[in-house]
């Protein structure tokens, strides 16, 4: 065992961790000099064999996970079973090529195939290269690209995840995840933190570290250290448990300290989050990201589906607000069945509100489920819109809302153009929700999913907090409640600047209430005021969170 060395990356999910490491395999390339196959039916039944044991594989592991991750690990099962594409590799075995070079050639001809298909079979294109990949490592007897099947408590390390392999992970025995890409608001660190697994993201090397090497994570201040000594883990050991007796000692209504009500709320994906969410001391949810259940349908899902999916959603919540968003298909959540062809740019293009104005078959549906589902179950549905940029727009999605039977309407601020413009826009609607990950995006005009820009989006910019308190300050004009639901509702420090801003819920991953709520509970609202100056007046995103952690207080600050 080699001396204890930390390294810094940035925490995305709370909590700590130690473990060996799992690394994910990346994917596997068929070698230089494979020879051709001894005869072409010995070929054919390598690949035969190499597909099919995929699809088993696949298989096994959807009858394993919940609902959502079973339709993708499904529809990934079915790909491999394709005669076409057996087909495809078996022409490569005749022309003399080797199986490994058989499939991964056949592949790429498909790939190419639904590329220029573009819509949902270019969506395809990732799942069809995993099947690839993963047949050629069973053809080579090598081990398989993706999260490999383990059985002791483990730390998985990877460069990144895709949104498939993190919603499958296996919570008892995965304890943390550690990527070297991903960046604060990649999918990898929200699916992560809405699964309660500490996470650290963007740490250098990471991918280098040796499997089975122990490691101790922790997923607030971004600090992984390799080969932990004891004295390291007593340390972690100490501070868990002071931070579990501290926020375990909050209860009830989020509130500062001289009792100014501030509502925390849950982001949730789907029915396994509701029950999970459901259960936990918080007073609802503040975003409901509807386009996460249909992540892998490929038509549009009914009426009726949707309807069973909202009431088993708003059950758990009873009485509790439940916000749902309307679909925000496109850019980093693309929908098959919600595709308007390929785009130079897709964060820029027809994706949210802006897809529903062209597909309002779409958008009625889901209203008209939501209604009903709202009816049945007696729950304080709000529905919000993704993507709004304008008064106009946010008119248009209030009449909708309306024409649906449902009382409150609101919008994501989440675009520069509806935050500066937040009193005319929230004058349409009943609230507003501050869509940081997004805002800081477009503010910083630097690509969320772009882990190397990870220190332009970061929310504690300046210019993202002057957005943010414009949004704040639009919104008393306009009399309208505005809350926060993009990551940084979940950062206690930063929570406490938004408070001061002016907003009047934070939503965040269940993981992450205990802490914000004890923030909240040892400032008051001027309190929080002052620390929101600070950080406005910083020089840069580092200066500010600086400014705030030394002008809170210790008490709360040691627990950090
Ligand atoms: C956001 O943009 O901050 C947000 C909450 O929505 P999403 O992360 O789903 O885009
Ligand atoms: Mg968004």
Redesign the pocket.
């Given at each position: 065992m080699g001396s204890p060395e930390t390294r810094r990356g940035i925490g995305v999910s709370p909590g700590t961790a130690v473990g060996p490491v799992v690394q994910v395999a990346p994917p596997v390339r068929p070698p230089a000099d494979e020879p051709p196959a001894v005869t072409p039916e010995a070929g054919a039944d390598a690949v035969r064999a190499a597909l099919e044991s995929v699809a088993v594989e696949l298989e096994a592991r959807a009858a394993k996970a919940d609902e959502h991750a079973q339709q993708i690990l499904k529809a990934t099962a079915l790909i491999a079973r394709d005669k076409g594409l057996f087909k495809a590799a078996n022409k490569q075995i005749i022309a003399g090529r080797g199986p490994a070079h058989s499939i991964a050639a056949a592949i790429e001809e498909y790939a190419a195939q639904f590329e220029a298909l573009g819509g949902y079979f270019a969506e395809r294109v990732t799942d069809l290269r995993d099947v690839g990949s993963r047949a050629v490592a069973a053809v080579l007897g090598v081990p398989a690209p993706g999260v490999p099947i383990f059985d002791v408590p483990s730390i998985i390390v990877a460069d990144d995840l895709a949104p498939a392999e993190t919603a499958t992970l296996d919570r008892a025995l995965v304890v943390g995840i550690i990527t070297e890409g991903g960046g604060r608001?990649s999918h990898t660190a929200?699916l992560a933190a809405q699964m309660g697994i500490p996470a650290v993201v963007q740490l250098e090397g990471a991918t280098a570290i040796a499997e089975g090497t122990t490691v101790a994570l922790d997923g607030d201040s971004g600090a992984v250290t390799i080969n932990p000594d004891e004295e390291l883990l007593a340390q972690q050991q100490v501070r868990r448990e002071r931070r579990a007796q501290a926020f375990g000692s909050a209860h009830g209504p989020g509130a500062t300290a001289d009792g100014h009500p501030v509502a925390l709320l849950a982001n949730i994906g789907g029915v396994d989050d509701a029950e999970r969410a459901g259960a936990q001391d918080l007073e609802g949810v503040g975003?409901f990201?509807t386009e996460f259940v249909f992540l892998s349908a490929d038509r549009a899902p009914t009426v009726e589906e949707q309807t069973d999916i909202y009431r088993r959603v708003f059950a758990p919540f009873g009485s509790r607000r439940v916000v749902v968003r309307t679909l925000?298909a496109g850019a980093d959540k693309p929908l098959a069945f919600a595709d308007l062809g390929p785009e130079e740019n897709p964060a820029l293009g027809r994706r949210g509100l802006r897809l529903s104005a062209e597909r309002p078959d779409l958008l009625d549906a889901q209203l008209e489920a939501l209604g009903i589902a709202a009816r049945e179950t007696g729950a304080d549905v709000r529905v919000m819109a993704p993507m709004v940029a304008t008064a106009e727009e946010a008119a248009w999605f209030t009449r909708r809302v309306r024409e649906n039977g449902l009382p409150k309407a609101g919008v994501m601020i989440?675009v520069p153009a509806a935050a500066l413009r937040s009193a005319h826009v929230l004058a349409e609607v009943d609230f507003g929700s501050l869509?940081?990950?997004?805002?800081a995006q477009y503010t910083m005009a630097a690509d969320r999913m772009q882990g190397e820009l990870s220190d332009l989006l970061d929310p504690w910019q300046p210019a993202v907090l002057d957005v943010v308190a414009a949004a704040c300050h639009g919104a008393q004009h306009a009399g309208r409640p505005v809350g926060v639901?993009?990551e940084s509702a979940g950062d206690p420090l930063l929570a406490l600047v938004l408070v001061g801003l002016g907003i009047s819920s934070l939503s965040m991953a269940p993981s992450k209430v205990p802490a914000v709520r004890v923030a909240l509970s040892m400032h008051t609202l001027a309190q929080c005021q002052g620390l929101a100056a600070l950080a406005r007046d910083a020089w840069d995103a580092g200066q500010a969170l600086e400014a705030v952690r030394t002008n809170a207080r210790a008490e709360f600050t040691a627990l950090l």
């Amino acid at each position: 065992m080699g001396s204890p060395e930390t390294r810094r990356g940035i925490g995305v999910s709370p909590g700590t961790a130690v473990g060996p490491v799992v690394q994910v395999a990346p994917p596997v390339r068929p070698p230089a000099d494979e020879p051709p196959a001894v005869t072409p039916e010995a070929g054919a039944d390598a690949v035969r064999a190499a597909l099919e044991s995929v699809a088993v594989e696949l298989e096994a592991r959807a009858a394993k996970a919940d609902e959502h991750a079973q339709q993708i690990l499904k529809a990934t099962a079915l790909i491999a079973r394709d005669k076409g594409l057996f087909k495809a590799a078996n022409k490569q075995i005749i022309a003399g090529r080797g199986p490994a070079h058989s499939i991964a050639a056949a592949i790429e001809e498909y790939a190419a195939q639904f590329e220029a298909l573009g819509g949902y079979f270019a969506e395809r294109v990732t799942d069809l290269r995993d099947v690839g990949s993963r047949a050629v490592a069973a053809v080579l007897g090598v081990p398989a690209p993706g999260v490999p099947i383990f059985d002791v408590p483990s730390i998985i390390v990877a460069d990144d995840l895709a949104p498939a392999e993190t919603a499958t992970l296996d919570r008892a025995l995965v304890v943390g995840i550690i990527t070297e890409g991903g960046g604060r608001t990649s999918h990898t660190a929200i699916l992560a933190a809405q699964m309660g697994i500490p996470a650290v993201v963007q740490l250098e090397g990471a991918t280098a570290i040796a499997e089975g090497t122990t490691v101790a994570l922790d997923g607030d201040s971004g600090a992984v250290t390799i080969n932990p000594d004891e004295e390291l883990l007593a340390q972690q050991q100490v501070r868990r448990e002071r931070r579990a007796q501290a926020f375990g000692s909050a209860h009830g209504p989020g509130a500062t300290a001289d009792g100014h009500p501030v509502a925390l709320l849950a982001n949730i994906g789907g029915v396994d989050d509701a029950e999970r969410a459901g259960a936990q001391d918080l007073e609802g949810v503040g975003l409901f990201r509807t386009e996460f259940v249909f992540l892998s349908a490929d038509r549009a899902p009914t009426v009726e589906e949707q309807t069973d999916i909202y009431r088993r959603v708003f059950a758990p919540f009873g009485s509790r607000r439940v916000v749902v968003r309307t679909l925000d298909a496109g850019a980093d959540k693309p929908l098959a069945f919600a595709d308007l062809g390929p785009e130079e740019n897709p964060a820029l293009g027809r994706r949210g509100l802006r897809l529903s104005a062209e597909r309002p078959d779409l958008l009625d549906a889901q209203l008209e489920a939501l209604g009903i589902a709202a009816r049945e179950t007696g729950a304080d549905v709000r529905v919000m819109a993704p993507m709004v940029a304008t008064a106009e727009e946010a008119a248009w999605f209030t009449r909708r809302v309306r024409e649906n039977g449902l009382p409150k309407a609101g919008v994501m601020i989440e675009v520069p153009a509806a935050a500066l413009r937040s009193a005319h826009v929230l004058a349409e609607v009943d609230f507003g929700s501050l869509g940081t990950n997004d805002l800081a995006q477009y503010t910083m005009a630097a690509d969320r999913m772009q882990g190397e820009l990870s220190d332009l989006l970061d929310p504690w910019q300046p210019a993202v907090l002057d957005v943010v308190a414009a949004a704040c300050h639009g919104a008393q004009h306009a009399g309208r409640p505005v809350g926060v639901c993009g990551e940084s509702a979940g950062d206690p420090l930063l929570a406490l600047v938004l408070v001061g801003l002016g907003i009047s819920s934070l939503s965040m991953a269940p993981s992450k209430v205990p802490a914000v709520r004890v923030a909240l509970s040892m400032h008051t609202l001027a309190q929080c005021q002052g620390l929101a100056a600070l950080a406005r007046d910083a020089w840069d995103a580092g200066q500010a969170l600086e400014a705030v952690r030394t002008n809170a207080r210790a008490e709360f600050t040691a627990l950090l």
